[in-house]
């Protein structure tokens, strides 16, 4: 497996295309609130994208609609925005976006919480996010690309949450989607060897019960089988000299 060694031209492109994410993605949190469609929000973001020069990938993919996937608790990923799902209050509201600037990709996932919250809740999705910062503490040169798979899944079930094994996180650069795959559970020390330059996009996909999970018939939106609330974050991280350079979030990259 060859993966793609970034330079950096590319990154000062990839780090562009991420911050401006992070903007667009932090700016829209004050709207995810009960009574908006989640097409609403869709297309809120892709006039902030557009204003911003990013590119969707997601949009005109494998006939794809639009520019995010916006899931709804027990949907754990790839939700498609409709107007007649409307957010309520307790929802459990995960967006995903990728764009590209100038030709490169940044890729993100949030879990937004609706008033009022459940601290239950509160706790599982914080625990995804303390799963996705344990994989990025592996992104580091001469670290094998298991070492991150097997850091989020043992940060996940130490706290008893289910991983989803059948979607992963991915390589990213001058295309959405590079090698390699990034598994979410696995045993460390196998896989390529992290080199300086490479692209990840990280995004750990958990549940509260069970990790089972199927397509539903619109052929995109992905849920849990028992029905369990699902949470999704993701970062786009370049392996740098002084460890991981978290380009999706502010003040980070």
């Not at 094998?144 to 996180?169: N, P, T, W, Y």
């Amino acid at each position: 497996m060859i993966v793609p060694i970034l330079d950096d031209v590319s990154l000062t492109k990839m780090k562009t295309a991420g911050h401006l994410l992070a903007e667009i993605l932090a700016s829209i949190e004050a709207k995810i609130s009960a009574g908006i469609s989640t097409l609403e929000l869709d297309s809120l973001i892709e006039k902030k994208l557009d204003a911003a020069k990013l590119i969707p990938g997601s949009k005109g993919y494998m006939g794809y609609r639009h520019a995010t996937c916006i899931s709804l608790n027990d949907e754990v990923v790839h939700g498609i925005p409709a107007a007649n799902k409307v957010i309520q209050a307790g929802d459990v509201v995960k967006i995903d976006v990728c764009a590209s600037y100038q030709g490169y990709f940044a890729d993100m996932a949030r879990t937004f919480l609706v008033p009022p919250v459940n601290p239950n809740v509160q706790r599982f999705v914080n625990v995804a996010q303390m799963a996705l910062d344990k994989g990025i503490d592996e992104v580091v040169i001469g670290n094998k690309l298991s070492d991150i798979s097997a850091a989020i899944q043992q940060e996940v079930e130490r706290h008893g949450f289910g991983v989803v094994r059948d979607f992963a996180g991915h390589g990213i650069g001058k295309s959405m989607h590079e090698v390699p795959e990034i598994l979410n559970y696995g045993s460390p020390g196998k896989g390529p060897v992290l080199r300086r330059g490479m692209g990840l996009a990280l995004e750990p996909m958990i549940t509260m019960k069970g990790y089972r999970v199927y397509i539903a018939p619109d052929g995109w939106t992905v849920k849990t089988v028992d029905g369990s609330l699902a949470a999704h974050v993701e970062d786009t991280v370049i392996i740098a000299d002084n460890g991981p350079m978290i380009i999706t979030r502010l003040g980070r990259g």
